[in-house]
C-alpha cells in the first residue's frame, strides 16, 4: 500500500492550498482517513481526521479555516486549508487506518506559509 500526498508549497498569510493523499494497493477495510502535521522542532500532531461513517474532528488551531473530505471510490483524501497563517507552516502527512489494525502513511508534503 502507498499513499501519495501532494499539494503542498509556499503560500502568503491568509492564502489557501488543498491537499491531496491519494492511495494505492489492496488497503482493506478503511476506518478513518486523516491528516497530520509536524512542525520543526514540534512532535507530530493529529490536523483532522475523519472515520468511515462518521464525523469529521479537527485540532482547535484549524477549526473553521480547514475542511477534510474524502472520496471514498478513489481512496483519497483532501484537506481544504484556508485562511493560512505561519503557525501553519509543517509538514503534512496523510493517514490512512485500516482493517482496525494497519497504519499507513504518506511520504509528506511541505506546507510554507510567509510573505
Known amino acids: 500500500v502507498q499513499l501519495q500526498a501532494s499539494g503542498g508549497g509556499l503560500v502568503q498569510p491568509g492564502g489557501f492550498l488543498r491537499l491531496s493523499c491519494a492511495s494505492s494497493?489492496?488497503?482493506?477495510?478503511?476506518?478513518?482517513m486523516g491528516w497530520y502535521r509536524q512542525a520543526p522542532g514540534k512532535q507530530r500532531e493529529l490536523v483532522a481526521a475523519?472515520?468511515?461513517?462518521?464525523?469529521?474532528v479537527y485540532a482547535d488551531s484549524v477549526k473553521g479555516r480547514f475542511t477534510i473530505s474524502r472520496d471514498n471510490a478513489k481512496n483519497t483524501v483532501y484537506l481544504q486549508m484556508n485562511s493560512l497563517k505561519p503557525e501553519d507552516t509543517a509538514v503534512y502527512y496523510c493517514?490512512?487506518?485500516?482493517?482496525?489494525?494497519?497504519?499507513?502513511w504518506g511520504q509528506g508534503t511541505l506546507v510554507t506559509v510567509s510573505s
Open positions: 493517514n490512512i487506518y485500516a482493517d482496525f489494525r494497519n497504519n499507513y
Open positions: 494497493g489492496s488497503i482493506g477495510s478503511i476506518n478513518t
Open positions: 475523519e472515520p468511515s461513517g462518521g464525523s469529521a
